[in-house]
């Protein structure tokens, strides 16, 4: 069975058009390659979030919604 952890591979500053500024997370599944039949494959599982912890979707590379809130912001 592959070993998995969370590291943070990301972080940066978003906001709201109303103004509201967030602080976001990018965390990403990693899994040790040695212990799967196919080494060389890479999985990208990532999840974000605010620095608060609430969940946000990714919409496009600068786009991303914070689903509690039903916000949208953008990268700045």
Same mark, same amino acid.
Not at 21 to 37: E, N, P, W
Not at 57 to 72: A, C, K, P, Q
């Given at each position: ?10 972080e940066?500053?978003?906001a709201?058009?109303?103004?509201q500024?967030?602080h976001? &997370?990018?965390?990403t599944t990693m @899994?040790d390659a040695g212990?799967?039949?196919q080494?060389?494959a890479?999985?990208l &599982?990532?999840? @974000? $979030?605010?620095?608060?912890?609430? #969940? $946000?979707? =990714? @919409? ?6 914070? #689903? ?6 953008? =990268? #700045?």
């Amino acid at each position: 069975m592959a070993k998995k952890w969370e590291e943070l591979t990301d972080e940066f500053d978003a906001a709201s058009d109303d103004g509201q500024r967030f602080h976001m &997370l990018v965390y990403t599944t990693m @899994i040790d390659a040695g212990a799967m039949s196919q080494p060389n494959a890479v999985p990208l &599982l990532k999840r @974000i $979030c605010t620095l608060d912890g609430q #969940v $946000c979707n =990714r @919409i496009d590379d600068s786009t991303f919604e914070i #689903v509690g809130l039903g916000l949208r912001v953008k =990268r #700045v």
